[in-house]
């Protein structure tokens, strides 16, 4: 595998693929033409390799997938101020190996992304990188204290795309009811980390029978479901929009398809883990397993499955969480929540295609368009005069995740060890080839 960083060439073919666009229910033979940064063309005029294309420069897909670069709504980066653990450039890496051409990076760095300085700072570092494309959140309040509201005006003309205090919740239903307002005023979107604190406080893994044999504290279900209802109520008071991150409960589903069905603006994705794992995969007090929210029973995590099936659930997020040794070489009560994931965001997601949940349109549309509409970011679809992302995967591809040989700096992927089926081949960024796998 390499990384490769291209000056943007003429006009390229992407011929001899199996072209999908969620975002228009596309699913043909064919092709992309692009031109410079730009998508030129695209159909079934590209179905062959040995057409005419003229002057372009031909990259044969061999009868590959051919997508929409993968929009991911949920990434810590660590950069500014953990550097140790991650950074813009091994982000980058990560994603672009990932087919992700655009992420979301969660305001809880150091210093906190409440400040334009930290917002221009993450969008200026990440264009001169050249690798994907990175929108920050700006948070909801000052410091993430949950108690004073950050200038979202100010840093949404700053570049920051949605607010969200990161892994914390906004405990107090003022200030949330107060920030929910505010952002209908200026059609701002708020996404919130679903967990009322004082009863998480303490646990490390979800509460329940094999939490007691294990002698952990648990986080209950409820922690997350009386959080969703009381946000889903304050977002039908004020009229705001209201997005929910990691959803992993049955209960917390189900209140949001109610509210859906009402009419109320709410949201929600949820992450790998969430759908592929549940809490037996801490078994054996495994730290790279303990996440935030901590994995489910499998109850909730076949409602999960039921949620994406039916649309309540809008997206899938890699939550990339980078921590290092330090971090997770702990006994598991002390080890740090956190899993990294923009390397197997799109093969575990593949999985509910290869299981026979979903269609791979429906599957895609999870992690390109959808996640792209709730943020309002010009990405996710094939469109002509659109940024030529784009990202190529063999769906059929099998390989071992092995967490040592992610581009992430941090390695502590819930998945190490385990089979998955498709890959990334190649990954374009206004048009260059950004990543090729060898």
Same mark, same amino acid.
């Given at each position: 595998m390499s990384v490769k960083l291209d000056k943007p060439l003429g006009r390229v073919a992407y011929v001899n693929a199996r072209v999908i666009d969620p975002a228009s229910n596309l699913d043909i033979q064919g092709g992309v033409l692009t031109e410079g940064e730009q998508i030129a063309d695209f159909g079934p005029g590209y179905a062959k390799a040995n057409g005419h294309y003229g002057e372009a420069t031909v990259v044969d897909c061999k009868g590959a997938c051919l997508v929409p670069g993968l929009v991911d709504m949920r990434v810590q980066i660590r950069e500014p101020g953990e550097e140790h653990k991650g950074t813009l450039q091994s982000a980058g890496e990560a994603a672009t190996q990932g087919g992700v051409t655009s992420m979301v990076s969660l305001p809880n760095t150091n210093p906190v992304t409440d400040d334009m300085s930290v917002v221009e700072f993450v969008a200026r570092r990440a264009r001169l990188l050249g690798l994907s494309k990175v929108y920050p959140?700006?948070?909801?309040?000052?410091?993430?204290?949950?108690?004073?509201?950050?200038e979202m005006g100010m840093l949404a003309e700053s570049g920051a795309?949605?607010? !969200?205090?990161? !892994?914390?919740?906004?405990?107090?239903?003022?200030?949330?009811?107060?920030?929910?307002?505010?952002?209908?005023?200026?059609?701002?979107?708020?996404?919130?980390?679903?967990?009322?604190?004082?009863?998480?406080?303490?646990?490390?893994?979800?509460?329940?029978?094999?939490?007691?044999?294990?002698? +952990?504290?648990?986080?209950?279900?409820?922690?997350?479901t009386i959080m969703v209802a009381r946000d889903v109520?304050?977002?039908?008071? !004020?009229?705001?929009? +209201?997005?929910?991150?990691?959803?992993s409960t049955a209960e917390s589903i189900d209140i949001i398809r109610r509210a859906k069905e009402r009419g109320v603006r709410v949201t929600c994705d949820t992450a790998p883990p969430y759908f592929s794992l549940n809490e037996l995969a801490v078994g054996d007090y495994?730290?790279?397993?303990?996440?935030?929210?901590?994995l489910r029973s499998e109850e909730d995590r076949q409602a999960i499955i039921e949620g994406l099936k039916d649309g309540t659930i809008d997206a899938i997020a890699s939550d990339h969480a980078p921590e290092d040794e330090d971090s997770k070489r702990l006994p598991f009560a002390q080890a740090a929540f956190g899993g990294v994931g923009l390397e197997t965001l799109l093969a575990i997601t593949l999985e509910l295609y290869h299981n026979k949940h979903m269609s791979l349109l429906e599957c895609l549309r999870t992690v390109t368009c959808s996640p792209a509409d709730i943020i309002g970011l010009p990405?996710?679809?094939?469109?002509?005069?659109?940024?030529?992302?784009?990202?190529?995967?063999?769906?059929?591809?099998?390989?071992?995740?092995?967490?040592?040989?992610?581009?992430?700096?941090s390695k502590n992927s819930p998945f190490d060890g385990r089979l998955a089926q498709g890959r990334c081949l190649r990954t374009v960024i206004d048009g260059r080839t950004v990543f090729e796998m060898k």
């Open positions: 959140y700006g948070a909801i309040t000052k410091g993430l204290n949950g108690k004073d509201m950050a795309v949605a607010f !969200t205090d990161g !892994t914390r919740a906004v405990a107090s239903a003022k200030v949330m009811r107060k920030a929910l307002t505010y952002a209908r005023n200026y059609d701002l979107l708020l996404v919130q980390h679903a967990e009322e604190p004082s009863l998480a406080e303490g646990g490390c893994m979800n509460a329940g029978d094999l939490a007691i044999r294990m002698g +952990l504290a648990g986080i209950p279900t409820v922690a997350e109520r304050l977002a039908e008071d !004020t009229g705001g929009r +209201l997005h929910f991150g990691h959803i495994r730290t790279f397993a303990k996440l935030s929210p901590p990405a996710g679809r094939l469109e002509k005069g659109a940024a030529a992302d784009l990202c190529v995967f063999d769906p059929e591809l099998g390989w071992k995740i092995d967490a040592d040989q992610l581009a992430s700096k």
